[in-house]
């Protein structure tokens, strides 16, 4: 666990220079509360999780073999990196479009937060919440319905959704949003190819999924 502290440090501190070195500028409120927030849940979430079950920080950092979605994770890291440096470009040093109003920001940095909260609350309910798609018979993977498990099959993913389409503005950007499409794009895929795997290699996934109809969002898929 220490050392997923560490690395998540680490990354967050990497994040926030990506975005202020850009920026020119570190007088900006929003990016400071946005990267703190950041650091903040997504550790703690973490750190509540390995309470509950020893062993998922690691699966998290490290998980074993059998990942079926190698396309998700680099093309991620590339587009999260452009995000933050046209966020840092354009709100901070060259405002290529009108700036983003005090209260629109706002708003997006609400619902950015609350989709990473719901992210961390699927996180922390599935102690196989891996950074994989991958089935863990090792681990003594089972079901889990319940939390937002009982509202969709994939609510990390539709948490991850929200928090990238508003990335982008609740860093004060309009343009870096363009950044996140691959990504959201890339997050549908992911939960196509992971319920098929869930569908097929889980045992009580199918009848959990007769139960719990929708995959991200109530009412639509």
Known sequence: MRKTVVVSILFYSFSALAY?????????????????????????AVAIAEAKTPGFALERLHPAAGEKDRLFKPVGSFCSLALLVVAGLDA???????????????????????????????????????????????????????GPYSIVRHPGYTGGIVYLALNGLALGSWWAGLAAVPMLLLTIRRTIMEDAMLQSGLPGYSDYSQKVRYRLFPGLW
């Open 92 to 146: 901070g040093r060259y405002h290529w479009v009108p700036s983003v109003g005090w209260q629109p920001q706002l708003v997006a940095f609400v619902l950015d937060m609350a989709g990473l909260v719901l992210v961390c609350w699927a996180m922390v309910v599935n102690s196989y919440f891996s950074s994989a798609v991958r089935l863990q018979p090792e681990r003594g993977q089972v079901v889990v319905s319940s």
């Open 20 to 44: 202020f070195l850009p920026a020119g500028r570190f007088d900006l409120p929003f990016a400071w509360c946005y990267f703190g927030l950041n650091a903040i849940i997504g550790i703690g």
